[in-house]
């Protein structure tokens, strides 16, 4: 079956480091994608993973391992403005289908 | 470039109606993906068009139904609409399979 999974919730303070993990079994796979969702907005594109391996972005990064099916989401210095559903989406080989995660919720508290 | 666009906005409808939602893509963009998403499921995969085709399907029932048309603008229609049918409806766009951009969503509430 396809499955991905990410903790529901998490909460963290304004300046601190946060990792959100992803796992994920999917049938092929190319390419693992994060988004960021506001309440009542539409998701935001974050990053991309196809290989293995860390992508830094400003201060969030992205780091992947295919063999262990496994990638995370590391925000530094946080904001108040990053409290926010991040959503773990899986792109299946072959058919190129998407498969989101439910999402984590991240509180960031002052 | 101007972004994804989605109308409505919002929709209220009444059980056994039906509903029509439109989406224009990214300009260029040939690929348009719906979803549906809801608290409890996040974000459910229904159908990929591109260049007018349907490429992929998820696995929604056959009341829920899309079309695209030449400038890829796309079309979303839900019949028989039941209350289970209330969520956000958001589409993404991409020219390709490339990474999906998305608009911001039309939420149905059926009453």
């Known amino acids: 079956g396809q499955n991905i999974d990410q903790p529901t919730e998490m909460t963290a303070t304004e300046g601190a480091i946060v990792q959100i993990n992803c796992t994920y079994q999917?049938?092929?796979?190319?390419?693992l994608f994060w988004y960021q969702q506001h309440a009542g907005e539409a998701p935001t594109f974050l990053s991309y993973n196809v290989l293995d391996g860390l992508e830094e972005k400003g201060r969030f990064s992205s780091f992947l391992s295919r063999s262990k099916g496994y990638s995370y989401l590391l925000l530094k210095e946080l904001q108040m403005k990053d409290s926010a559903s991040y959503l773990c989406?899986?792109?299946?080989?072959?058919?190129?289908?998407?498969?989101f995660g439910t999402g984590t919720r991240l509180k960031v508290l002052a | 470039k101007a972004g994804v666009t989605q109308t409505p906005r919002y929709l209220i409808k009444t059980r056994g109606q039906q509903v029509t939602l439109s989406c224009s893509p990214i300009s260029g963009h040939r690929s348009v993906s719906w979803y549906q998403q809801t608290p409890g499921q996040g974000l459910q995969f229904l159908f990929e068009y591109f260049s007018e085709t349907q490429r992929n399907k998820g696995n929604f029932p056959g009341r829920f139904s899309g079309r695209q048309f030449s400038n890829s603008r796309s079309e979303m229609n839900v019949s028989t609409l039941e209350l289970g049918d209330s969520a956000l409806y958001l589409c993404?766009?991409?020219?390709?399979?490339?990474?999906?951009?998305f608009g911001p969503g039309t939420r149905l509430l059926v009453l």
């Open positions: 993404a766009s991409s020219w390709d399979v490339e990474t999906q951009y």
């Open positions: 989406a899986v792109r299946a080989s072959g058919t190129y289908k998407y498969i």
């Open positions: 999917t049938s092929g796979f190319n390419g």
